[in-house]
């Protein structure tokens, strides 16, 4: 199994704050069939359904703001927020499928 | 407007067999997969398996020798069926419709509690 390693665990902030979080595979993503990075990154709030904010390391979702930027290729990749907007706090989650899917362990987003 | 539903027993006892069904709208069985995924409580998500749109199935490994995943496409349904549950296996439990790079839709999950 791809094994994805999500740092940090958790990221104290203030509106306004650029953040950057890391999500690192154990094997490429990069899939030279389909020109692209098999990885995705989630935003799930308490008590809902993990919401897709992008996929293909880069290629936002309809509807998410343009302050959420994917970037990355082969094993690392990184989830960027411009300025983080207080509904923003959730814990975001990337994924790989490249092969079966997994999930790493998430970062919480906590206000200061 | 494409919606995924799960339904099943809230509680089942240990040792015994868990059931899930998760209708489906919006879109064809035979046109895109239909994942479950888990999520223990307070803790991250989990692939549990798939079935694809021609019909075949995968599972997780860890897993594969408990599960079973089929489908109903006259009902826009597809099951889950686990059984020798443990109390490990208590979590909310998500259904998933998927297709690389372009579909991508959750239900809101049921909570399933593995408890005598």
């Known amino acids: 199994d791809i094994v994805m390693t999500q740092s940090p665990s958790s990221l104290a902030v203030s509106a306004g704050d650029k953040v950057t979080m890391s999500c690192k595979s154990s094997q490429s993503l990069l899939s030279s069939e389909y020109q692209g990075n098999y990885l995705s990154w989630f935003q799930q709030k308490p008590g809902q359904s993990p919401k897709l904010l992008i996929s293909?390391?880069?290629t936002r979702e309809t509807g998410v703001p343009d302050r959420f930027i994917g970037s990355g290729s082969g094993t690392d990749f990184t989830l960027t927020i411009s300025s983080v907007q207080a509904e923003d706090l959730a814990v975001y989650y990337c994924e790989q499928y490249y092969s079966y899917p997994t999930f790493g362990a998430g970062t919480k987003l906590e206000l200061k | 407007q494409v919606q995924l539903k799960e339904s099943g027993p809230g509680l089942v006892q240990p040792s015994q067999t868990l059931s899930l069904t998760c209708t489906v709208s919006g879109f064809s069985l035979t046109s895109n997969s239909v994942h479950w995924v888990r999520q223990p409580p307070g803790k991250g998500l989990e692939w549990v398996g798939a079935?694809?749109?021609?019909?075949?199935?995968d599972y997780n490994s860890a897993l594969k020798s408990r599960l079973s995943i089929s489908r109903d496409t006259s009902k826009s349904q597809v099951f889950l069926k686990m059984n020798s549950l443990q109390t490990e296996d208590t979590a909310i439990y998500f259904c998933?419709?998927?297709?690389?790079?372009?579909?991508?839709?959750w239900g809101q999950g049921v909570m399933v509690t593995v408890s005598s």
């Open positions: 293909l390391a880069s």
């Open positions: 079935i694809w749109s021609g019909g075949s199935t």
């Open positions: 998933r419709g998927w297709e690389l790079g372009y579909f991508d839709y």
